[in-house]
Nanobody, 124 residues
Framework: QVQLVESGGGSVQAGGSLRLACVASGYTSGRDYMAWFRQPPGKEREGVAAIHTGDGFAYYADSVKGRFTISQDNAKNTMYLQMDSLKPEDTAMYYC?????????????????WGQGTQVTVSS
């Protein structure tokens, strides 16, 4: 049974930073992508960043390039999202996802397993 548990969300002012973590249990693929998604209030879920669990290759949404960094610690089965220079438009529920099926790695429908999410609120 794959479980993904996110943590690290919170409330910050614009320009601040947060670091999200996603701990995976029951999932040990070394040749797949894991990803972070977010869903702002009243909007659809969107891809933020994805990382290949084998070689660490990463994809980023244009809206977060240069501000967010995705990383992983395979020994701890943990994926991270360092979020810097946060903006009010980054406010959303952030989810981690694992095990791709078919599709682009930043498309929500590509992933089989999801965490419950962690809320990030950025005030101006």
């Amino acid at each position: 049974q794959v479980q993904l548990v996110e943590s690290g969300g919170g409330s910050v002012q614009a320009g601040g930073s947060l670091r999200l973590a996603c701990v995976a249990s029951g999932y040990t693929s070394g040749r797949d992508y894991m990803a972070w998604f977010r869903q702002p209030p009243g909007k659809e879920r969107e891809g933020v960043a994805a990382i290949h669990t084998g070689d660490g290759f990463a994809y980023y949404a244009d809206s977060v390039k240069g501000r967010f960094t995705i990383s992983q610690d395979n020994a701890k089965n943990t994926m991270y999202l360092q979020m810097d220079s946060l903006k009010p438009e980054d406010t959303a529920m952030y989810y981690c996802a694992a095990e791709t099926t078919y599709g682009h790695v930043l498309f929500p429908g590509t992933y089989k397993y999801w965490g419950q999410g962690t809320q990030v609120t950025v005030s101006s």
